[in-house]
T-cell receptor
Framework: TQLLEQSPQFLSIQEGENLTVYCNSS?????LQWYRQEPGEGPVLLVT?????EVKKLKRLTFQFGDARKDSSLHITAAQPGDTGLYLC??????????FGKGTMLLVSP | DSGVTQTPKHLITATGQRVTLRCSPR?????VYWYQQSLDQGLQFLIQ???????AKGNILERFSAQQFPDLHSELNLSSLELGDSALYFC????????????????FGPGTRLTVL
């Protein structure tokens, strides 16, 4: 059983569309991170959220941590081809190491 | 460029063989982490070292071992390879707060793609 479930697994959209991807768990996390991984590269950290209900914005990307710190969402406004990649969420409980979800593969076509 | 380097980029070998993957962390980072990424399991934590000492262990098989050397580079050794070991192997490094015990930002290398035939 995967501790962090990400949905959808795959998303193919046109440039300019909005989208939301989700990261859900039955466990409480002290912090949650979002990464983007491009083909042939390692994951790159986008944001860390630590407080329940926290919302962080990174240009056209909006990240939200659930009130109960069990889930998170990533919303992209007006997607661009450069947003294409694998989006991974990773949770941390206390001093434990990161637990990753399997990711959402996003393809943005021109 | 994260500053973490991994060699080789690609590795093709046969079942039963042994390989060594190498990682050089970012300058100044004392913690090194190894991960395995496959389509069915996603990104799985294998092991963490801090300044030469093992700090945390994840889903690492007994056939796999790692070490961190005095110059802080790390090697992951995979032996008696099986078809199912084919995957991307990533190394990440971090500063290593409180002796590597407090979680801090990890920077990932570009990975080594291992194919076992």
């Amino acid at each position: 059983t995967q501790l962090l479930e990400q949905s959808p697994q795959f998303l193919s959209i046109q440039e300019g569309e909005n989208l939301t991807v989700y990261c859900n768990s039955s466990s409480v996390f002290s912090s949650l991170q979002w990464y983007r991984q491009e083909p042939g590269e390692g994951p790159v950290l986008l944001v860390t959220v630590v407080t329940g209900g926290e919302v962080k914005k990174l240009k056209r990307l909006t990240f939200q941590f659930g009130d109960a710190r069990k889930d998170s969402s990533l919303h992209i406004t007006a997607a661009q081809p450069g947003d294409t990649g694998l989006y991974l969420c990773a949770g941390q409980r206390g001093y434990s190491t990161l637990t990753f979800g399997k990711g959402t593969m996003l393809l943005v076509s021109p | 460029d994260s500053g973490v380097t991994q060699t080789p980029k690609h590795l093709i070998t046969a079942t039963g063989q042994r390989v060594t993957l190498r990682c050089s962390p970012r300058s100044g980072d004392l913690s090194v982490y190894w991960y395995q990424q496959s389509l069915d399991q996603g990104l799985q934590f294998l092991i963490q070292y801090y300044n030469g000492e093992e700090r945390a262990k994840g889903n690492i098989l007994e056939r796999f071992s790692a070490q961190q050397f005095p110059d802080l580079h790390s090697e992951l050794n995979l032996s008696s390879l099986e078809l199912g070991d084919s995957a991307l192997y990533f190394c990440a490094s971090s500063v290593g707060l409180a002796g590597g015990l407090i979680p801090d930002t990890q920077y990932f290398g570009p990975g080594t793609r291992l194919t076992v035939l």
